[in-house]
């Protein structure tokens, strides 16, 4: 429900600038048995793959969790736990999670936005975190309108864009990932066409 606010926020504020928001919602309780099997033998299935797919395409993302025992949802983090270390770079991303308590407020930016940190992600500074008490407060719904709105000006600025263009050799990735650094080596030395499986040079 929270996400689905901000949203609704975010492609109202798009629309009255002049931009056009399409929305897509992956459900990660379908993708609970991929999720799994993703985490204990690096197998992706094709829905996991297509919702990972849709996060790499997107100009930005709301993240949305329930709060149990004050921490996210396992599933929740488990996702984000087989992504690609280099998927979400400057990625503008909105955290939100919701709980029966206001005891959990904390788990938001302790919890959601260190997570997001690692991955590099751009979580915009305004967060969101609604108890049941929340829902019905204007207070609330501006603040849901404040983080909309920035999400709507990181993506209106093309900053991941610009990112990936113009400075992505200078971030650190892993051989394989999304962040394609194998592109910059040279196969074709010795070591590595030997390492491929080519013959030895001629001496």
Request: charge should be negative; avoid cysteine; charged fraction near 20%.
């Amino acid at each position: 429900m929270l996400a689905d606010r901000t949203a609704q926020r975010v492609s109202g504020l798009a629309g009255r600038r002049g931009h056009e928001v399409r929305v897509r919602v992956v459900d990660l309780r379908r993708l609970a048995t991929e999720i799994t099997t993703a985490l204990v033998s690096q197998l992706t299935g094709p829905n996991l793959q297509d919702a990972i797919a849709a996060l790499a395409g997107a100009d930005g993302i709301v993240a949305a969790t329930p709060v149990y025992k004050a921490g996210a949802s396992g599933l929740f983090t488990s996702f984000f736990q087989v992504l690609d270390n280099d998927l979400l770079i400057a990625k503008p991303v909105v955290l939100t999670a919701t709980a029966g308590t206001a005891r959990h407020a904390l788990v938001v930016d302790d919890q959601l936005r260190s997570l997001f940190a690692y991955l590099r992600a751009a979580a915009v500074p305004t967060s969101l975190f609604a108890a049941p008490e929340d829902w019905a407060d204007p207070a609330f719904d501006k603040r849901i309108e404040r983080a909309a709105f920035e999400l709507v000006l990181f993506m209106e600025s093309g900053f991941a864009r610009q990112i990936k263009d113009e400075s992505w050799h200078s971030y650190q990735h892993e051989f394989g990932s999304a962040g394609g650094t194998e592109t910059g080596i040279d196969l074709d030395t010795d070591l590595m066409r030997l390492a491929a499986g080519g013959g030895e040079p001629a001496k």
